[in-house]
């Protein structure tokens, strides 16, 4: 029997960190990342993000784009991000983010298992829908459902 929910492609993990320079500057020095993405700013989510590129086996649009690091500062005291650090002065793993075919679909089969969704569905830093799911109902994870930008099929 087919699963009501089938389980895609880890698009991101997001990483809360108090200076987005110094983390820039440890993923392109210290780890030898090639792809850094230029930093901006997410106003209502109260963040600035950017994205580390790791290799996949698909660059070219046949297989498997790589997943990203993503970058996330607070801009304000009020970010949800700034709570974050103020509980993880050092920053760390914010959320994890797994992509799906069609996001109403996602949302409804979340919801119809007594998931709690946190807020609506909105465009996400790829510009494609997403929606958070909170980290009491996922093993402790929060974690970010979005809808599988076009660049990575
Ligand atoms: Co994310």
Redesign the pocket.
Known sequence: MKPAFTLGRMN?L?YAVPDMDAAIAHYRDVMGASVVTEPFDMPEQGVKVCFVHTPGNGEDGNGTAGTQV?LLSPLDGNSPVAGFIAKNPLGGQH?V?FEVPDIEEARAYFDGIGKRILGPTRI??HGTP?FFVHPKDMMGMLT?IMETPEETH
């Open positions: 991101h997001g993503e959320h983010c996400g830093a997403i970010e």
